[in-house]
T-cell receptor, first 112, second 116 residues
């Protein structure tokens, strides 16, 4: 788990603003994922990437965007189109899509 | 679509008692079932997982059982300790199936409180 980092730990967004959450891993994992966690709910998949320069929408991709230009990095942008962005965002990675997912420490996004 | 139901949503036990959390899945092709523990404000951490070719797996005080016929699996924690207090999530997926990524479907979580 220590090989996956997320920053910042807390992020504040103003209305109409785009913000980017960072996720980095040094585990040489091919697959990376973004989840959203709301209080009292399980994790919901936003986007995933099985390999560099490729990514796919998950269950709740609207209002979010990602890129995967490097194997180690999978940043998530929360756009102004996401009307209810307040949540705990978790990044995960795995050796490939078949193997166990390991999570980063999370970023808590709050709206001002 | 695929769904995983988890019960109970909250569970309170006395230290030393056992705790059992149950999950039911809808996709009969699911064959991989991990359990994650999440302490307050922290990341989920894998504590045990089971694949469909076995019915039970044990690791010290933690065990998971799987009933494929009934499509449910359970987490058993024996001799609970205060440090077991956390939210526990079950999940299910189809490993090895063709046709792209077979995503993990998570249950809603169980908040376990172990009282000294």
């Amino acid at each position: 788990d220590g090989g996956i980092t997320q920053s910042p730990k807390y992020l504040f967004r103003k209305e109409g603003q785009n913000v980017t959450l960072s996720c980095e891993q040094n585990l040489n994992h091919d697959a990376m994922y973004w989840y959203r966690q709301d209080p009292g709910q399980g994790l919901r998949l936003i986007y995933y990437s099985q390999i560099v320069n490729d990514f796919q929408k998950g269950d709740i991709a609207e209002g979010y965007s990602v890129s995967r230009e490097k194997k180690e990095s999978f940043p998530l942008t929360v756009t102004s189109a996401q009307k209810n962005p307040t949540a705990f965002y978790l990044c995960a990675s795995s050796i490939n899509q078949e193997e166990t997912q390991y999570f980063g420490p999370g970023t808590r996004l709050l709206v001002l | 679509g695929e769904n995983v139901e988890q019960h109970p949503s909250t569970l309170s036990v006395q230290e030393g008692d056992s705790a059992v959390i149950k999950c039911t899945y809808s996709d009969s092709a699911s064959n991989y079932f991990p359990w994650y523990k999440q302490e307050l404000g922290k990341r989920p951490q894998l504590i045990i997982d089971i694949r469909s070719n076995v019915g039970e797996k044990k690791d010290q005080r933690i065990a998971v059982t799987l009933n494929k016929t009934a499509k449910h699996f359970s987490l058993h924690i024996t001799e609970t300790q205060p440090e077991d207090s956390a939210v526990y999530f079950c999940a299910a997926s189809r490993r090895g199936a063709s046709g792209g990524y077979n995503k993990l479907i998570f249950g809603a979580g169980t908040r376990l409180a172990v009282h000294p």
